[in-house]
């Protein structure tokens, strides 16, 4: 049967392109930008890395931040909370890098093992298979007819038929060959520990300068403030909203996470009656 052609060799429209005409509302220049035609090199990964990249570095510098105010609310010397925040942005750092390859690992197992099922059952028995679909088409609205005529004729291309029933029918994208998900664990821990830091910095900067712990959680709640709202407006990026308004959420977001730890780290130092 005849092969499709890989996608390093399929010739696209303008992405970027298209994608400032949809984002201006410009119909003549997304028509362009579908006149342009562009050799593909695969699939890009970047969207993934910045997912990994955004998210990791939320979890590192709320989590750290939390850790900090926890252990100020506490009544906690510098050297404690540096301590603390260190341990726990290189051991967390490490279990969500370590978490995130593993897990997109055993993901990508699973939808390779699905696919080499879909592939033996596609060869064994394609009526079986081409039916499926038809049924599955129609059920989405497609005319019996209509749906007959398309699946057959994609059915003529075993390797996109396997993909697209991947998709349509068990909601499962195949992951490229040259996937490899240990690197989108490296991303992650590298986000997590840069990110973690900052809250940090404070304390390393300032300590040495006689400052009180008042003044140093201060400075670390102003630089931890502008790394979030900074991080929420990179998620801006990634998930298509008003830069303002994610910057906000994420600044909320860690904001309420650290007044949480702050008062329980107090709560917990009142019990315990241990002397400020």
């Not at 699946?151 to 991947?166: D, H, Q, S």
């Not at 973690?196 to 300032?206: D, E, S, V």
């Not at 977001?253 to 702050?262: E, N």
């Amino acid at each position: 049967m005849v092969d499709v052609a890989s996608p390093g060799k399929v010739q696209m429209r303008d992405l970027n392109a298209a994608r400032t005409a949809y984002a201006e509302g410009d119909i003549e220049a997304s028509k362009a930008a579908h006149g342009v035609k562009t050799h593909s090199e695969g699939h890009s990964k970047v969207g993934g890395h910045i997912k990994c990249i955004v998210f990791g570095g939320m979890d590192g510098i709320i989590t750290t931040f939390a850790v900090v105010a926890g252990a100020n609310g506490g009544g906690l010397s510098t050297a404690a909370i540096l301590i603390m925040g260190f341990s726990n942005v290189f051991a967390d750092a490490l279990s969500m890098g370590v978490g995130e390859a593993l897990s997109t690992k055993s993901e990508n197992e699973y939808i390779l093992l699905e696919k080499k099922r879909e592939e033996w059952e596609l060869e064994n028995n394609p009526e079986g298979e081409i039916e499926e679909m038809v049924d599955l088409y129609v059920e989405k609205g497609m005319a019996r007819d209509d749906a007959q005529l398309c699946i057959e004729k994609m059915a003529k291309y075993p390797k996109f038929f396997v993909n697209v029933m991947m998709v349509e029918e068990l909601e499962l994208q195949v992951p490229d060959e040259d996937e490899n998900p240990w690197i989108e664990g490296a991303y992650m821990f590298g986000s997590f520990v840069f990110f973690g830091t900052i809250p940090l910095l404070a304390y390393i900067i300032f300590a040495s300068m006689g400052m009180t712990q008042e003044f140093l959680f201060a400075i670390a709640c102003c630089i931890t403030g502008v790394a979030l709202f900074g991080l929420g407006v990179g998620k801006s990026r990634v998930t298509k909203q008003i830069w303002w308004q994610c910057g906000l959420e994420v600044l909320c977001l860690g904001g309420g996470c650290a007044v949480a730890a702050y008062l329980i780290g107090a709560l917990v130092h009142s019990a315990l009656g241990v002397p400020a």
